[in-house]
């Protein structure tokens, strides 16, 4: 069974601190890894990873998978309060054509001012 | 991204009743997928809606208990049958868009709260 396991489960910095989110995995068959985050109801989509290495970078945001050791890291520099949310960590399930995600419990990270 | 919408935003219900929440997306998607998200806790695949015959559902969820419909390429139902308060959680529809594999596109949300 696939198993996602997303640290610290939750995470208070203040503001203009930098901050790193774990998430490793165990899937056969790896495909790719998805982050999001949700701020109130819907998860809002940020990265997919499929290639080890290859870091994906969207403003202060950025991320980075390891194929080798199962384990994706989301950066967040100089973080605002607009950061606070949950960040999710998600990968599709087993089996090719298969697009269920199987989800971590995610890391609450607050940011106060 | 996909433009999803989801009715209602939420609702408050009493126990043994039912309600049905919609999903419609502005283009046509390949996959729509209904899951839950109980309080304090992560999102869980209730089931994967398949245009114009049965969803296929993940161990634990029966289609008596939620049944869903999806007569097109871009509208989808979910109904909570006979509820209880451990019901009371957030239903989320999510799509994949042809050609844009496995990236998973949330609608809004429906906060439910059974009393």
């Known amino acids: 069974e696939d198993k996602v396991v997303q640290s610290p489960l939750s995470l208070v910095v203040h503001e203009g601190d930098t901050v790193t989110l774990n998430c490793s995995y165990e899937v056969t068959n790896f495909r790719s890894l998805l982050w999001y985050k949700q701020e109130k109801k819907a998860p809002t989509f940020l990265f997919m990873l499929?290639?080890?290495?290859i870091e994906k970078k969207s403003g202060r945001l950025s991320s980075i998978l390891d194929k080798k050791e199962l384990f994706s890291i989301l950066n967040i520099t100089a973080t605002q309060t607009g950061d606070s949310a949950i960040y999710l960590c998600?990968?599709?399930?087993?089996?090719?054509?298969?697009?269920?995600?199987?989800f971590g419990k995610g890391t609450k990270l607050s940011v106060i001012p | 991204s996909a433009v999803i919408s989801q009715k209602p935003s939420r609702d408050i219900c009493q126990r043994g009743t039912s309600l049905t929440i919609q999903c419609q997306v502005d283009s046509q998607v390949t996959m729509m997928f209904w899951y839950r998200q109980q309080p304090g806790q992560s999102l869980t695949l209730i089931a994967t809606?398949?245009?114009?015959?049965?969803?296929?559902?993940e161990s634990g969820f029966v289609i008596d208990k939620f049944p869903i419909s999806r007569p097109n390429l871009t509208f989808s139902t979910l109904t909570v049958s006979n509820m209880s308060p451990e019901d009371s959680s957030i239903y989320l529809c999510?799509?994949?868009?042809?050609?844009?594999?496995?990236?998973?596109?949330f609608g809004p949300g429906t906060r439910l709260l059974v009393l």
């Open positions: 999510s799509v994949v868009r042809a050609g844009i594999q496995e990236t998973q596109y």
């Open positions: 809606a398949n245009q114009g015959s049965e969803a296929t559902y």
């Open positions: 499929t290639s080890s290495g």
């Open positions: 998600a990968v599709p399930a087993e089996g090719a054509g298969s697009y269920q995600l199987t």
